[in-house]
Structure formats: structure tokens, C-alpha cells
């Protein structure tokens, strides 16, 4: 027993060893090995991508989502690169003795390739050289090609290959050789191998995913021991590469016009001609060819647009088709990011298959043809930024004319309300007077919403002057607050709004009083001698009571507010925060704490359920008035009526229309 327990310790320790220099690749796989201790060693798990020929031994799915461990399929689908995988668990089934347990013995790389039905690269050996190495003594590691990879080869270079045995045939299948035993541990991300071939590069990649990739073959079955070294099987023949991303832009027919794009901007094509590991999403000609004319010409005509292009095209990582799994987003060198996904054996851009050719491998990155042009938001211009959110604004900036101030070569902002601004209200406006609002929704100057900031001033197309107001979780302009989606064109910038911007005509005092509902609280204002409050230059927050508000209030206690003058002024300067407060500006579903004028807090929630808001007149009186339903008060103060107030149930919550009573 003691001797069992010391056993068992040991396979722990090596177990933990091993993990701790496991790869990726490895790790996930790791399954296998576990159900291969329960089961025996020939144990496999197999994955087969629906409406392909594809099958990997590795899987990224859960063990318990492989099937159970009779060899039976669960049926549990799983997701890769966009398809649905169909799972086979599979057996080698061996007769044994329950006490002596039979193991494979390794044998050398050429006997391997039994061991992994590797029939076609077998029998190329023995008709080749290459049966003399693989089959004596050395250290090598073999990447070797599927059945399926060789029957999937052009039927011409095949050919080629056959009829050259001693010649071609050796190269190629030298090229797929490394003088060294390489685990999948021992391929590293970015890493290139010398191949026995003139010591030709093989381009590793290991990705986090498990994937392993050479020159973008994947391998599907890995880490087959043998004595001389260890083989690879991979999912295709790979090829010889000699040239770099920049000798490959200049060369291939196919990329006459991105090469000319390249040109305009040189240095960025010297880079691509470095050592370097990159990916390049190529337009076509004929991907040019579908673009307008007139675009192309403008954006060929700046530099720096053209470079934003030809960036949004490139990842500063290598990413082969085989590892790229549905829904991947990859940020690109021009910064912003694309989402690369699969639509069975293809490639998807940003949802959109367009891929003709994939896995193009170059010396510094890999090539994936494509048929549509990329065009990211700092390559166009503003107008071409708006959305169908934003079309009935568009529409109606080209109807009043105001278009003819956006030219290709000016800087301009656009503050383009969302659809449901234009309501029947709207729409049946005087024609001049809506296009005097909306020329107060285009500024003269390009601003990005990193530019902005609080108290900023923002001159318009027609002459005014816009506040800027920035809060924890939301920035508005005048009473208008910014919605998620602003975007930076090559122009100019687009920011989306919750409603139409209207600039303010009056004083405080003036709105009040043409409303009509607010003659107690205006004469309340009067008699403690703040009625200048409501006129003067200022950064405020009112928040005024209407008439209903004192409907609560008998006669005797307004006789007991009015007859204190320290104690009313105390109330209605609680009405008063400093600072400009938008509805949309404070957060909703929580506490939000103002300052106001007398020095207390106010506790406001729900800001949104305000009945309505009023942006006064600019340089006038810079406050923003909220309508209230209830009087609100400091406590505690030192009067007898607040005292009487302070006896009645305490609102501590603010709801719709109301605010709290601060304490």
C-alpha cells in the first residue's frame, strides 16, 4: 500500500510537471489524455466541421460535451470559425489482459506515418530519398500532409511532383522537415524553423486558442513520438515562400490598384518589405474597380486618408484562416477594429463574406484576397458617417439647402438629432425658422468628443455660440445630451443627439412668468428681494415650484414663511444649485447630490421624470430650470414654520416630478 501511495505521488508530480510546461495546444487536448488513462491508449476524440471534409483530433470543446466514454457521440454541437462541428468519438480496440495492459511501442518516423494513415506522404518516401532518413538514425521533425491535404493539391503541381520524384518530390518533402524534434510546447507564437530544404523558413504559429498553424496549414493530429523525432500531421501541402508582403503587393497581377495606393503612401509599403508579422485583407482590382471613381480620387488625393485606408486593411499579428474563430474582432493599424468570422470554408469581413483567396503566407504575414474595398470612418467624409438613425436630419439638411457648407475639403462638425426629434411639431415648422435651427446643428470646426469639455464654446454654421455641458456619464450641448455613437471622419466629426437643440430667448424671470404657474413662487422671490437672481449673469440650476406645489400649505403657514425673511430666503435659495444641470446629464437610478446656493445638499433622483426643462438666455442668465410639483426646504432651520414642515412625513426618495427633502 505504501508502495502504491509513493506511485501514485510520483504520477502526480510528473502529471503537475507536465502542465506546467504545456502549451495551448496541449492544454486543450489535454482531455484526451485524461480519458486515455481510463480507457487505454488509443483513444481519440475526433471533430469534423459540417459541410467540409475537415476532422481534428483537438477540440475546443469541454470533455463532457465529447461524448460519453463508451465511444459514443453525445450529439452536444459546438461552434468553430462559424459552423457547427459534428463530434465522433472513436476507439482502436485492442483485446488485453486486465493485468497487462498493452502500450504501442515508438518507432521511427517512417513507421509513424503508419500509426497516422499518412499513406500518400509513405509512399512518396519510398519512391523518394526520403526512406533513408526517416527510416535511421537522426532527430527530425516531420510536418506531414494529410491524405486529404495531398488529394486537395492542384492536380498539375501534383503532377509535377510525381513525375520529378527525385528532384521536386525530395525538395518538397524536405521542405516539410526540421533537423531538431519539436513538441507542440516547443512551437512558439511568431516562431520560424529552418526546414532541411536549402534551410528555407517554416512559419509557426501557435495561437491561444490551441490552434498550431505552418504557413497556415493547421495541425490536426500532433506530437506522434517516434524514435528518430516526431510527427505532425498537418492540413495541407505546404509550399516553399520567398517573398515579403510589400514584393508580393508589387508583383501579383491581381493587386495592380491597391499597389498604387500603396505608392501614394510609401512608407508604409517599405514596412511591409521588413521582417515583421502582419496580415493583409487585399482588395482586388476589381475590388477597386466597384468603388466610385470620385471617392477614389479623393481619397488618393491626401495622404494621410489614404493611409487610414490602407492601414484599416492590416493586423500587427498573424492570423491564418484555420485559427480564426467566429466573431472575432481584431484591432487593426489604422485603430479601429473589424470583426472576422467564417461562412463555412470562407472568410467573413465584418460580417460580409468576401474573401477569393485565403492564406496567402509571405515571409513577414499572410495574405487573404479580397473582392470589396475596407473603408474606415477616418477615410470618408462626414456626411457619409450618417446613419439611418440620423436620415430624416440628412434629409432635411440637403432639402433647406445647408449641404453646400460641407465640401470635401472643410472641417465641420455635424449635431445630427435621432430620427425621433422630427416629430409632427417639428416637421410642420416654418421652413426658415427650422433652417435656422439646424444651422445651429453644424459647427464651423472639427471637434471629436475627446475635444470637448464642460463650459466650452462652440461656434455654429449660423453665428451662435453652443455650451457645452459634461457630466459623469453623459455630455450635452445647450438642452440636447449626446447619445453613443460619435464617429471621426477625414473631414470632420459626427455626434448623435436625444433631441434638437434649442438655444435659449429668455431670462429665468421672463419663462417663469409668461408660463403662468409660478405667481407664488415669483412673489415669494420679490418679497425676499432675489428677483435680480432670476435675471442676472449666472451658472444655475432652478428648481421651481409651481402654484400646486403650496396647495398643501394652509394660510397660517404662509403667513409664518412670509413673516421671516431669513427663513424664506433660507427656502428659496435651496431652489438654486450652482451649475448647469441637463435632465439627461445626471444619472438615473441613483442619488445624485447638488450644491445648492444656501449650502445644503439636494438629493435628486430620477432626473428624467422631471416634467419639463428650460435653457434661459445665453450670457443673460446661464440656468437651467426645472418645474417642481412640491416645495422643497432645508432642515433644520430656525423658523417655526420649516419647524411645522419638518413634521410631516419626509419624502426621502425623489419620484417622478419631486424631489427630496435634504436634511
Request: glycine fraction near 8%.
Amino acid at each position: 500500500m505504501k508502495l502504491l501511495f509513493v506511485a501514485t505521488l510520483a504520477l502526480l508530480a510528473l502529471s503537475y510537471l507536465d502542465q506546467v510546461d504545456s502549451s495551448a495546444y496541449d492544454k486543450i487536448v489535454s482531455h484526451s489524455r485524461i480519458r486515455a488513462r481510463t480507457q487505454g491508449p488509443n483513444v481519440c476524440a475526433l471533430q469534423q466541421v459540417m459541410g467540409t471534409k475537415k476532422k481534428y483530433f483537438s477540440t475546443l470543446l469541454r470533455l463532457s460535451d465529447l461524448g460519453g466514454l463508451d465511444g459514443t457521440s453525445t450529439g452536444m454541437p459546438g461552434v468553430q470559425c462559424g459552423v457547427e462541428i459534428c463530434i465522433e468519438c472513436f476507439y482502436i480496440h485492442v483485446v488485453y489482459d486486465l493485468l497487462h495492459p498493452p502500450v504501442a511501442p515508438i518507432d521511427t518516423v517512417y513507421k509513424t506515418l503508419d500509426l497516422v494513415k499518412a499513406d500518400i506522404t509513405k509512399q512518396y518516401s519510398d519512391i523518394s530519398r526520403i526512406k533513408e532518413e526517416i527510416d535511421g538514425s537522426g532527430t527530425y521533425t516531420m510536418f506531414v500532409p494529410s491524405d486529404d491535404a495531398w488529394n486537395q493539391l492542384d492536380g498539375t503541381a501534383r503532377k509535377a511532383l510525381e513525375s520529378n520524384v527525385n528532384n521536386e518530390l525530395y525538395k518538397t518533402l524536405h521542405y516539410h522537415m526540421v533537423n531538431k524534434r519539436l513538441l507542440t510546447k516547443d512551437l512558439k507564437n511568431d516562431m520560424t524553423l529552418e526546414s532541411i530544404y536549402n534551410n528555407l523558413g517554416l512559419y509557426i504559429n501557435h495561437y491561444s486558442n490551441g490552434i498550431v498553424t505552418v504557413n497556415c496549414a493547421r495541425i490536426i493530429n500532433a506530437n506522434q513520438m517516434a524514435t528518430n523525432g516526431v510527427v505532425h500531421v498537418i492540413d495541407r501541402v505546404v509550399s516553399a515562400v520567398g517573398n515579403t508582403i510589400k514584393e508580393l503587393i508589387n508583383n501579383h497581377e491581381e493587386l495592380g490598384s491597391l499597389s498604387a495606393a500603396f505608392n501614394v503612401e510609401s512608407s508604409l509599403l517599405e514596412k511591409l518589405g521588413e521582417p515583421g508579422h502582419y496580415t493583409l485583407f487585399a482588395p482586388t482590382n476589381e475590388a477597386f474597380d466597384k468603388v466610385d471613381r470620385e471617392v477614389i480620387e479623393r481619397v488618393l488625393g491626401d495622404k494621410n486618408v489614404v493611409q487610414a485606408l490602407l492601414k484599416y486593411h492590416l493586423l500587427s499579428s498573424v492570423q491564418c484562416s484555420e485559427a480564426i474563430m467566429a466573431g472575432s474582432v481584431y484591432e487593426t493599424m489604422e485603430g479601429s477594429t473589424i470583426e472576422i468570422g467564417c461562412d463555412g470554408d470562407s472568410l467573413t469581413v465584418n460580417g460580409i463574406k468576401m474573401v477569393l483567396k485565403k492564406d496567402i503566407v509571405t515571409k513577414n504575414g499572410v495574405i487573404h484576397l479580397i473582392d470589396q474595398v475596407l473603408m474606415p470612418d477616418s477615410a470618408k467624409q462626414v456626411t457619409e458617417l450618417i446613419g439611418g438613425s440620423q436620415s430624416t436630419f440628412s434629409d432635411m439638411v440637403y432639402e433647406l439647402g445647408l449641404s453646400a457648407a460641407m465640401r470635401p475639403e472643410t472641417q465641420y462638425t455635424l449635431l445630427a438629432p435621432l430620427n425621433g426629434a422630427f416629430n409632427e411639431e417639428v416637421m410642420s415648422m416654418d421652413q426658415r425658422l427650422l433652417k435656422i435651427i439646424l444651422e445651429n446643428h453644424i459647427l464651423k470646426l472639427k471637434v471629436t468628443l475627446s475635444e470637448l469639455y464642460n463650459g466650452q464654446l462652440l461656434e455654429t454654421l449660423g453665428g451662435k455660440f453652443l455650451r457645452v455641458f459634461v457630466y459623469r456619464t453623459a455630455v450635452c450641448i445647450e438642452n440636447a445630451c449626446m447619445v453613443r455613437g460619435s464617429k471621426e471622419g477625414s473631414n470632420g466629426a459626427l455626434h448623435l443627439l436625444t433631441s434638437l437643440i434649442k438655444l435659449p430667448t429668455t431670462t429665468v424671470y421672463e419663462m417663469l412668468e409668461a408660463d403662468g404657474r409660478f405667481t407664488v413662487f415669483l412673489s415669494l422671490m420679490e418679497m425676499a428681494g432675489l428677483t435680480d437672481l432670476l435675471r442676472q449673469e449666472g451658472g444655475y440650476t432652478v428648481f421651481a415650484p409651481t402654484d400646486d406645489a403650496f396647495d398643501g400649505l394652509t394660510e397660517e403657514d404662509l403667513t409664518l414663511l412670509t413673516s421671516d425673511m431669513n427663513a424664506l430666503r433660507t427656502i428659496l435659495l435651496y431652489h438654486f444649485s450652482n451649475g448647469v444641470f441637463i435632465n439627461g446629464g445626471l444619472e438615473g437610478g441613483v442619488t445624485n447630490l447638488l450644491k445648492t446656493i444656501q449650502g445644503n445638499n439636494l438629493q435628486v433622483m430620477s432626473v428624467r421624470a422631471f416634467s419639463s426643462a428650460f435653457i434661459t438666455r445665453p450670457l443673460i442668465t446661464h440656468i437651467q430650470t426645472h418645474i417642481l410639483k412640491e416645495i422643497v426646504a432645508p432642515l433644520p432651520v430656525t423658523s417655526s414654520w420649516p419647524c411645522r414642515l419638518a413634521r410631516r412625513p419626509k419624502q426621502l426618495h425623489a419620484q417622478p416630478g419631486r424631489l427630496i427633502v435634504a436634511h
